[in-house]
């Protein structure tokens, strides 16, 4: 048993469900559950509609509603079979109905809660599925669609529900668990409470429910289809040599995470990562790519990909008190904790500290915090970049070439050896270019 995942952009058009379909349909000896995300941007336009709604605003209310009437009654009309679509079109027009009178509703009394907000979202989700299963039919696919509330089993925490991993599990397998079945079709993102309100798991939820039919069925493997080439060596925007990394271990695609690599964030495949189930990144839209395989054996050492982050400011700390002292740190991070900034990287010496932090917040009331412990110095329009790579660092030729090749390039700082797969460098932001096109070529060309 394997599960196909399809993001947004994946399903946005019938031409693309065409090539989603096509991919589920090579893999039918292996009883495929099809999971999707709402088509394009339809989640986004429904968000638009809870709030336009709220605002009293109808114009723009029915706009949205209309874009979306659109797009599915489009895809939806492409159907040959006439009685298929003639079905498809009729249920999808209850659905808009009812966004419509959910949307009254929310104008009525100008405010939309969370619950009712989910009860509107759902419907991404609902309609994208309902079009793939009539066209999966139309083709000739032996095709089930269910409804993911049935087993997707969640807190009441509306918009960002919690999933109850025990009962979750039970119920897919009493559901899912049909040996006989062709193409199952599933929503991702999707739930509903014990006392049975529809939820959601947070925007970009598809995975994680993916995640977890595939872990509750121990499929052999899980495939996120989505609309680039897998994890990249680095940003392709930097480099246009940047190739696809063919494998890497969940470790290391959960540090490229941190950095905002388009990759599939490691908290939602942890129900994969438990049940040692591969994850396979892939392109719909070059779908003979092998895409990347995120696994959990330990990949060989070596640098695995470069990310960037863009924009950090490196605050540092001068004071002798720290010399000898103890207790230092704590108080410095006391204060970060109070302004509840985030630190990435820290390094120290005996008399100063720096630490990274996100530069889009106004650091002057930390500053002046800060300057009751010692003196501090904030560098703005820096960057990190980071090699990603299982025990990189463990063999000091690799370090040796980081630091041949970037001869010449101001570093302002290094963090190496807190973790396992990861060398980070702060330089100037005007840097990272030249400075990832240098490390690229020494490691991947
Ligand atoms: N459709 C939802 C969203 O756009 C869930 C997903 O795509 O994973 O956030
Ligand atoms: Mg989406």
Not at 151 to 170: G, K, N, P
Not at 349 to 366: G, P
Not at 411 to 417: E, Y
Request: with cysteine.
């Amino acid at each position: 048993m394997v599960v196909l995942k399809f993001g947004g952009t994946s399903v946005a058009s019938i031409e693309k469900i065409d090539r989603a379909l096509t991919i589920a349909e090579a893999a039918l000896p292996e009883h495929p559950v099809l999971v999707s995300s709402a088509m394009g941007d339809t989640t986004d336009h429904l968000l638009d509609i809870t709030r336009s709604a709220a605002r009293g605003s109808r114009d723009a209310t029915n706009e949205s509603v209309r874009v979306i009437r659109e797009t599915h009654l489009n895809a939806a009309g492409a159907i040959d079979d006439t009685s298929i679509r003639e079905a498809c079109l009729r249920d999808l027009e209850t659905s808009l109905r009812e966004i419509e009178s959910l949307a009254t509703g929310i104008s009525l009394i100008q405010e939309c809660s969370r619950r009712t907000q989910d009860a509107i979202l759902a419907f991404g989700e609902l309609l994208s599925t309902r079009i793939i299963a009539a066209r999966a039919m139309d083709r000739g696919i032996n095709t089930r669609l269910v409804d993911s509330r049935d087993f997707m089993l969640t807190d009441e925490h509306f918009t960002q529900a919690s999933v109850d991993i025990d009962a979750t599990y039970s119920a897919i397998q009493a559901h899912l668990n049909d040996a006989n079945a062709t193409l199952t079709i599933a929503q991702g993102f999707i739930g509903r409470t014990r006392s049975g309100v529809t939820s959601t798991l947070g925007r970009g939820g598809s995975d994680y429910s993916a995640a977890l039919i595939g872990a509750a069925l121990h499929a052999s493997r899980i495939e996120i289809w989505t609309d680039v080439d897998g994890i990249m060596t680095t940003d392709p925007r930097l480099v246009p040599t940047a190739r696809t990394v063919s494998h890497m271990s969940y470790a290391e695609a959960a540090e490229l995470a941190f950095f905002g690599a388009r990759v599939v964030h490691p908290s939602t495949i942890q129900p994969a990562v438990d049940r040692n189930i591969p994850v396979y990144v892939r392109n719909t839209n070059r779908p003979e790519g092998a895409g990347t395989r995120i696994s959990r054996d330990t990949s060989t050492p070596g640098v695995r990909a470069l990310a960037t982050k863009a924009d950090i400011s490196v605050v540092t700390i001068h004071s002798s008190r720290m010399l000898n002292a103890y207790g230092f740190l704590a108080q410095i991070f006391a204060v970060f904790d109070r302004h509840r900034i985030s630190v990435d990287l820290v390094t120290t010496s005996e008399v100063s500290v720096s630490m990274s932090v996100d530069d889009e917040r106004d650091l002057s009331d930390l500053r002046q915090e800060l300057g009751t412990l010692g003196r501090v110095e904030i560098e703005q329009k820096q960057a990190i970049i980071s090699l990603v790579g299982q025990d990189i660092w463990k063999d000091s030729r690799t370090v040796a070439r980081v630091f041949g090749v970037l001869a010449g390039i101001p570093i302002r700082m290094v963090s190496l050896g807190n973790s396992d797969v990861n060398l980070s460098l702060v330089v100037p932001s005007r840097q990272v270019s030249d400075t990832v096109s240098r490390l690229h070529a020494e490691f991947f060309n």
